[in-house]
C-alpha cells in the first residue's frame, strides 16, 4: 500500500506550477517526434488513398509499396523466435553447489509465472514492433492489487456476494505516444547520466470507473477526493488523441498490396472512393485523461527531495491523489529498449 504525500507548507502548489510548465513544454517538443512516428504508422500501412502527385510530371503514379512492413514483419518474427523458442523464457543457474537444488524449482516457477501471469509473448510482440517502426519500445512493471465486490456462488448454489482479489505482478507496453518526459532528459531514472527528473505517462480512464475508483477504497489507496473527481469530470475528453485518431483512420482505410491487375484491368489495390475512412462513426467513450506522473520533488521544502507518484489533471491543474514511491527498489518502473540506440533517449 502506498503511503499518501505528506506536502510541506506551500510545496503542492509548488509542484503544481512546476509540473505544469514542465508537462506544457515537453508536449511542445515533442510535436514533431509525434508527427513522424503518425507517418510511420502511414508507412508500415501502406493506404492505398494517396494525393494526387504532381512531381516529376501532373498524375504520377501514386502507389505506395509495403517496403517497411516487409522489413519490420521478418524482423519482429526474427526477434520473437529468438527469445521465445525456449520452452522456458528464463534460464537459470546456481552460483553455488548451495543452490543447486533450487535452481530447477525456481526455473520452473518462472515459466509458470510467464505462462499463466505475466504472458511475456503477448507483450513482448508489442513492444517488439513499435520497437521496430518508431525505434522506441517501453514495458512498464510492478504489482497490481485490486479488491472489488462481485456476485458468485455458494456452496449450495445460490447467488451471494463476494470479493474478487487481484494480487499479482504486471508487465505491459507503453506506447510510446503515451509516455512523456523532458526533452533535455536522455534517461528514465533519475540518478543515471541525463535522468530525467520527471517521467509521465498517459492515462485515459472511463468517466464511469474513474467515478467508481473515487468511491473504492481497496484498489486505490489512499482515497480519491471525492470533490476533486467530481469536478474533473465536468472536463471529459472530447476526441481521442491524434495517435488514436491516426490508428482508427489507417484501421479503416484500404491498404496497398502489390498492384496486380483484375480481369478488367483495374488494379485492386487502388482506392476509388471519394475519402479515406476517418472512424467518423466510432462510438467515442468518455474518458478523463491524467497524467501518472513519477517525479523527484522536495516535498518538504529543501530539506528534502522524495520520489512521488502522482495522477496530475492538466486541464484543472488539480492533483487526483500523490503517494510516494511504493517499491522498495525505489526506482521508477520503466525499462526502454531501443532498435538502435541514438545520442538522446530515444531510437533510432
Same mark, same amino acid.
Given at each position: 500500500m502506498a503511503d499518501r504525500v505528506e506536502w510541506g507548507r506551500g510545496r503542492e502548489a509548488a509542484f503544481v506550477e512546476w509540473i505544469d510548465a514542465e508537462l506544457r513544454d515537453a508536449q511542445q517538443a515533442r510535436l514533431g517526434l509525434d508527427r513522424q512516428h503518425r507517418d510511420y504508422l502511414e508507412q508500415y500501412r501502406a493506404p492505398a488513398k494517396q494525393p494526387r502527385r504532381t512531381f516529376p510530371y501532373e498524375d504520377a503514379a501514386n502507389y505506395v509499396l509495403p517496403v517497411t512492413a516487409t522489413a519490420a514483419d521478418q524482423l519482429n518474427a526474427k526477434f520473437l523466435q529468438t527469445v521465445h523458442a525456449p520452452e522456458n523464457l528464463w534460464t537459470v543457474h546456481p552460483l553455488n553447489e548451495g543452490w543447486t537444488n533450487a535452481a530447477k524449482p525456481l526455473q520452473d516457477w518462472l515459466t509458470f509465472l510467464d505462462l499463466n501471469l505475466l504472458r511475456m509473448y503477448r507483450v513482448n510482440k508489442r513492444v517488439f514492433r513499435e520497437m521496430l517502426l518508431l525505434g522506441t519500445g517501453i514495458y512498464k512493471h510492478g504489482w497490481l492489487y485490486e479488491r472489488r465486490p462481485i456476485w458468485t456462488y455458494d456452496e449450495d448454489g445460490r447467488r451471494v456476494r463476494g470479493d474478487r482479489v487481484a494480487s499479482l505482478p504486471f508487465v505491459d507496453g507503453v506506447r510510446c505516444s503515451d509516455f512523456l518526459m523532458p526533452a533535455y532528459s536522455y534517461a528514465v531514472?533519475? @540518478?543515471?547520466?541525463?535522468?530525467?527528473?520527471? *517521467?509521465? $505517462? #498517459?492515462? #485515459?480512464?472511463? &468517466? /464511469? #470507473?474513474?467515478?467508481?475508483? /473515487?468511491? %473504492?477504497? %481497496?484498489? *486505490? !489507496?489512499? *482515497?480519491?477526493?471525492? !470533490?476533486? %473527481?467530481?469536478? =474533473?469530470?465536468?472536463?471529459? $475528453?472530447?476526441?481521442?488523441? $491524434?495517435?488514436? +485518431?491516426? =490508428?482508427?483512420?489507417?484501421?479503416? $482505410?484500404? #491498404?496497398? +498490396?502489390?498492384?496486380? /491487375?483484375?480481369? @478488367?484491368?483495374? %488494379?485492386?489495390?487502388?482506392?476509388?472512393?471519394? /475519402?479515406?475512412? !476517418?472512424?467518423? &462513426?466510432?462510438h467515442r467513450p468518455k474518458e478523463i485523461e491524467l497524467w501518472e506522473v513519477h517525479a523527484r520533488f522536495p516535498t518538504q521544502g529543501n530539506s528534502s527531495e522524495d520520489d512521488i507518484v502522482v495522477w496530475y489533471h492538466q486541464p484543472t491543474r488539480r492533483v487526483v491523489r500523490a503517494t510516494y514511491n511504493p517499491y522498495h527498489h525505489n526506482t521508477r518502473p520503466y525499462e526502454v529498449v531501443r532498435y538502435s540506440p541514438g545520442d538522446g533517449f530515444w531510437g533510432i
Open positions: 531514472q533519475p @540518478d543515471d547520466q541525463g535522468g530525467a527528473p520527471w *517521467v509521465a $505517462e #498517459r492515462l #485515459r480512464i472511463p &468517466t /464511469a #470507473r474513474f467515478l467508481w475508483l /473515487a468511491d %473504492a477504497q %481497496a484498489p *486505490v !489507496q489512499p *482515497v480519491i477526493d471525492k !470533490q476533486t %473527481a467530481a469536478f =474533473i469530470t465536468r472536463f471529459e $475528453e472530447p476526441e481521442k488523441p $491524434e495517435h488514436d +485518431t491516426k =490508428i482508427q483512420q489507417l484501421d479503416f $482505410e484500404k #491498404r496497398s +498490396t502489390s498492384g496486380f /491487375a483484375t480481369k @478488367d484491368g483495374d %488494379a485492386f489495390d487502388k482506392d476509388t472512393s471519394d /475519402a479515406a475512412g !476517418q472512424g467518423a &462513426t466510432l
